[in-house]
């Protein structure tokens, strides 16, 4: 079944051509951005497997220069929007302006908003209202906006790269459960370490610039991603899969004990799908063939993270939703 699979359309051709493009892209973001390799990987992941991803770490950790970079290498139209308590539905779709004409007749027309880009950087986003926040929505879902009753197609590829800082919780609204699950993974990003900080300060503060040459078009990004669907993943990996998310899941047969006092919720079936893409992208940027169980394991914290909630209890006891996740991943090796 691998075999044939991989025959049809040259799959294996085809991904070493891209798994060696992919492998430039990597080496020039990691040219301006330092000690962040496993960011880098699955900000990579989220693209190829065709999402979005939520990155939360304190300011400064070149967040919004990763963004940029990717934009450059990956040959895409990219805008930045800062959330402020104040941001308004229409500053990220847009909105309609009644105009005259020479004539003196009337018509309304449509002035897109910044949500109309390739790669979009939502900025601490939850410094906007809940209502501005599900302005972006249906555009992450469904890849087009509603305004005044018509539909309004976002370009394509579309990707959003949403920011949190995790330490300033005066002034924001958390992101409510159903946007949370439309973001592929929630990607910490954390502080560099002593050796790549010292390559940073001193890369960062001369007069030398690194530039960003496009390796891949918006097109050929668009081709990877079609690629990876045609991966094949075999049983083992879909059954890891499964055991996973449902053991994530209180009430349900498949839950532990522990998963029973300590979750509050668990992950929808998107989790499973979610799993399932990055697996297979974490494969093509390896040059591999096939994702495995161990890619099952290694993604498992990013993508479901974000997708499950600790009870009153667990809070008190101090647990983690993170040591849940790994105690979960530990029979699947």
């Avoid at 539905?89 to 007749?105: K, M, N, Q, Y």
């Avoid at 449509?110 to 209202?129: M, Y």
């Avoid at 197609?153 to 439309?182: C, I, K, M, W």
């Avoid at 979610?274 to 495995?292: C, E, K, T, Y």
């Amino acid at each position: 079944m691998l075999n044939v699979s991989l025959t049809e359309g040259d799959v294996v051709e085809r991904v070493e051509t891209a798994a060696q493009k992919i492998g430039r892209i990597r080496s020039g973001v990691s040219s301006v951005i330092f000690g962040q390799e496993e960011v880098i990987e699955l900000s990579l992941v989220t693209l190829l497997a065709g999402g979005h991803a939520l990155l939360i770490g304190v300011p400064g950790l070149a967040k919004t220069s990763l963004v940029d970079a990717l934009a450059k290498l990956l040959g895409l139209d990219a805008k930045r929007i800062q959330f402020t308590p104040d941001l308004m539905p229409s500053d990220i779709v847009g909105s309609e302006v009644l105009e005259e004409s020479a004539t003196g007749s009337r018509s309304f027309r449509f002035i897109k908003g910044p949500v109309f880009t390739q790669l979009l950087l939502a900025d601490e986003i939850n410094r906007a209202s809940p209502k501005t926040q599900s302005a972006l929505l249906q555009a992450m879902q469904e890849h087009h906006v509603t305004v005044a009753g018509q539909h309004y197609d976002v370009p394509s590829p579309f990707h959003v790269l949403a920011t949190q800082n995790p330490l300033e919780q005066e002034g924001t609204y958390p992101l409510p459960e159903a946007q949370l699950d439309r973001f592929l993974m929630q990607i910490d990003v954390s502080y560099p370490d002593a050796v790549a900080e010292r390559r940073m300060l001193i890369a960062t503060t001369g007069t030398e610039q690194v530039t960003l040459q496009p390796v891949f078009s918006a097109a050929e990004l668009m081709a990877a991603q079609r690629l990876v669907r045609q991966i094949p993943a075999g049983d083992s990996v879909a059954n890891a899969i499964l055991q996973l998310v449902r053991s994530a899941r209180p009430g349900t047969p498949e839950a532990s004990a522990r998963v029973n006092e300590l979750i509050a919720w668990g992950p929808g079936p998107r989790a499973s799908q979610a799993l399932m893409m990055a697996a297979r992208a974490r494969a093509l940027i390896d040059g591999r063939f096939a994702p495995s169980v161990d890619d099952v394991i290694h993604l498992a914290e990013p993508v479901l993270k974000h997708r499950m909630a600790l009870s009153f209890a667990a809070r008190a006891e101090g647990a983690s939703i993170s040591d849940v996740i790994k105690d979960l991943t530990t029979v699947l090796g």
